[in-house]
Nanobody, 115 residues
Framework: VRLVESGGALVQPGNSLRLSCVGSGFTFSHNIMNWYRQAPGKGRMLVATITSGGGWTNYGAPVQGRFTVSRDNAKNTVYLQMNSLNSEDTGVYYC?????????WGQGTQVTVSS
């Protein structure tokens, strides 16, 4: 199982960014996918969840209404659209799934929101 995130960048407050995560080594379309983030000096926080078919999503309270998770099972890819970014969104964003009872993480992609 391999998860590879991309799309992180340095952006100004109020701007938008889209992260991508490509999965391989498992049947992507069968798995719930999650996005977590880890701010400097803090633990990992669940940002968003999307079910295998994409029909249900859930968000952490700090990002509700600003972030949107989606997926393209034909491309084995899950996305995180982040709008109205602020400094508290700064951190490393990780893609996560559980496959056959084992949790897998990507290497993370850095998002920095600063003027």
């Amino acid at each position: 199982v391999r998860l590879v995130e991309s799309g992180g960048a340095l952006v100004q407050p109020g701007n938008s960014l889209r992260l991508s995560c490509v999965g391989s080594g498992f049947t992507f379309s069968h798995n719930i996918m999650n996005w977590y983030r880890q701010a400097p000096g803090k633990g990992r926080m669940l940002v968003a969840t999307i079910t295998s078919g994409g029909g249900w999503t859930n968000y952490g309270a700090p990002v509700q209404g600003r972030f949107t998770v989606s997926r393209d099972n034909a491309k084995n890819t899950v996305y995180l659209q982040m709008n109205s970014l602020n400094s508290e969104d700064t951190g490393v964003y990780y893609c996560h799934t559980v496959n056959d009872g084992v949790a897998y993480w990507g290497q993370g992609t850095q998002v920095t929101v600063s003027s």
